[in-house]
């Protein structure tokens, strides 16, 4: 790492922290030739391959801007959609690749979208699956009541406070709509 101030290319790390949850390193640096001392930060960067091959980094406020216009009218506010968008960051870094496809990123928002909202998941999808036709819509209603008939998992079952059936609410909830 160069020196900013005398541009010496040599440097030494005097303390690093991690920061932005992990995301990044600070490192506090000194240079051996001015004495004087600096900060850099180092963060990976996770790329997005697009269908037309270009590539660009990751932004949170792309998934944020996608889902939210397919949430226009819904109640979701823009704690739901920034939760949704690091979740969304987090799954793909997950993956431990260093580029991604767009394609992918698209995958990796349907799941928690649908969890959010399902009509804001079915205009989504519609859009990134290129629907073209009542039937694409009628089969992903579908499997979205036929996941909802099987019920919630079985964490979700008992949360909250037991209903007159000794279920918990979120039980009650999942049960009553159709």
Same mark, same amino acid.
């Given at each position: ?8 290319? @040599? ?27 600096? !900060?850099?930060?180092?963060?990976? %960067? ?7 091959? %270009? ?14 216009? &397919?949430?226009?009218?819904?109640? +979701? ?7 949704? &968008?690091?979740? %969304?960051?987090?799954? +793909?870094? &997950? !993956? ?7 394609? @992918? %990123? ?8 649908? @969890? ?18 009542? @039937? ?7 499997? +979205? ?24 609410? +979120? ?8």
């Amino acid at each position: 790492m160069r020196c900013p101030f005398c541009r010496n290319p @040599d440097s030494r790390v005097i303390d690093s922290r991690e920061v932005e949850d992990g995301q990044a390193i600070r490192r506090r640096r000194s240079c051996p030739e001015c004495s004087r001392r600096f !900060t850099t930060v180092e963060e990976s %960067v996770l790329a997005v391959v697009k269908r037309s091959g %270009v590539t660009e980094p990751f932004s949170r406020a792309k998934v944020v801007l996608g889902v939210r216009r &397919a949430c226009q009218g819904r109640p +979701v506010n823009e704690d739901d959609l920034a939760l949704l &968008a690091q979740q %969304v960051e987090e799954n +793909v870094r &997950a !993956t431990g690749c260093a580029e991604i496809s767009s394609q @992918d %990123v698209g995958v990796a928002i349907l799941g928690p979208l649908r @969890d959010l909202d399902e009509v804001a998941y079915l205009r989504f999808a519609s859009v990134y699956r290129s629907f073209e036709s009542f @039937d694409d819509f009628e089969h992903e209603i579908g499997k +979205v009541r036929s996941d909802r008939l099987a019920g919630p998992p079985p964490a979700e079952r008992t949360a909250g406070p037991p209903g007159p059936d000794g279920v918990g609410l +979120v039980g009650e909830l999942h049960a009553t709509v159709n």
